[in-house]
């Protein structure tokens, strides 16, 4: 087992460790903490599967953007349900979640194309941008477009409506249980 | 030489197959979108290792455009969530019963 080997497996391990105890906090702090540990040890992984660009964009977006946008909204809101769902609810779809991941697994270790070892190789950021910018320069702008679709949206949905508030107190005018049924 | 191939894609299919489990067994929205991200998590570890696999750029170029949509997605998906405790009060999805007769 070369050195290369023996990281991939601790990163692989403290990844699944971290995204484990994340998933099955019921407090939602604790699992984003618990995620900021699997992203930072995802980072690594793309760093060692030769993605340095990418590493560095995980932990910039993954770990400190977006969970810090959650984080703020778990601030925001005050009371949050902390049980989990009964099994009844989710088992059987866990059970066919786990046959299919059989299955999955089956069918990569079956191929031989699995078995290849990789070989350790590194695409440079100036390559990775260059190759990025000549040949999939229209997706960028595609996803900048999303971005801007995305924004958009936000602010839309942010934005406190008068007219539904004053519909709201028309309501509650005339029928006064029409808005305590709303809260129920 | 770092590891065959079918190992990197063992570890992605397991922590896709958690955040599945995040997604279904939490009754807690702001879980769910965490689960959500954690599968695209799983998405792009198996896209890299792709990439090295075939020597090909695409595969890294794909996970960024992951990241930017799952960046999109986890925003939008927040801002609808508190949108939805303005209105409701709770994000409980099982709370949200004004559509049901």
Sequence with gaps: MTLYAAIFYLLGIVILAATGLAVTRRQPVHAVLYLIVAFLGTAALFFLLGAPLLAAFVVIIYAG??????L??????????????????????VLLG??????????????PGSRIVLQAAVAQPRDFGRFLFERYWLAVEIVSILFLVALVAILHLGKRREADDDEDEVNSVRNPNAAKEGHS | MIVPLGHVFLLAGIVFA?????????????????????????????????????????????VLFILAVSAAEISLGLALVVSLYRRTGSIDPDRYDILKW
């Design chain 2, 18 to 62: 958690l955040g599945l489990f995040c997604l279904v067994a939490h009754r807690n929205l702001i879980m769910t979108l965490i689960g959500v991200e954690v599968m695209m998590n799983a998405a792009a570890i198996a896209f890299v290792a792709a990439a090295l696999r075939w020597r090909l750029m695409e595969g890294q170029a794909f």
């Design chain 1, 98 to 111: 786990i046959i299919f991941l059989a299955v999955a697994v089956a069918t990569v270790f079956k191929d």
């Design chain 1, 72 to 93: 703020f909204v778990i601030m925001l809101l005050q009371r949050s349900p902390r049980d989990l769902r009964l099994l009844s609810e989710w088992g059987p779809a």
């Design chain 1, 65 to 70: 953007a977006i969970m810090v946008l959650i």
